[in-house]
């Protein structure tokens, strides 16, 4: 091993011991913890605190680029500020006059009781991080979605958001465009 690689992974267990301790002497940060469902979870937790724990071998160091950078510039759709529990954030990645491309953040949201959305437009959905739950007019059970699942949701097709993971959250990519006029 040589010494830059030892170097980071002392570091590395120097950061994830930190943030052990951090998480047992507070009890919100402890059911935060608790409730991260995959490895991407914990290291985005962890990295919220503060800590980088998620590099692997001959990996840079992380960039702590604002969320905002995410627009194509090279920032990253999974790091940044989550927003408020029960919120949603969206941002516009690329838009035209066909198409946009939103990234989409919740943390523990769910649609209000009784809303259902009901678009003019297409919507594809990719979930980068976390999990959630959907329900569809049309469908007597709920959908579970995982990080790595995608969905085509047609224009005029009722649905409404039953629940994403609590802090830090889950990450939407969504991809709107409108149906072609039928000739």
Known sequence: MAEAQLQQFLEKVRQLNAFVALSEADPALREALSDCGDHQQVVALARSCGFEIGRRWGEPPAVNAPESSAAGDGGSLVRGPFPADGEEATSVLLQTPHLRLERIHSCRARSPEGFWYDQTEHEWVLLLQGSARLQFADEAEPRALASGEALLISAGRRHRLL?????????????????HPAH
């Open 163 to 179: 629940a994403s993971d609590p802090p830090p959250g889950t990450i939407w990519l969504a991809l709107f465009w409108q149906p």
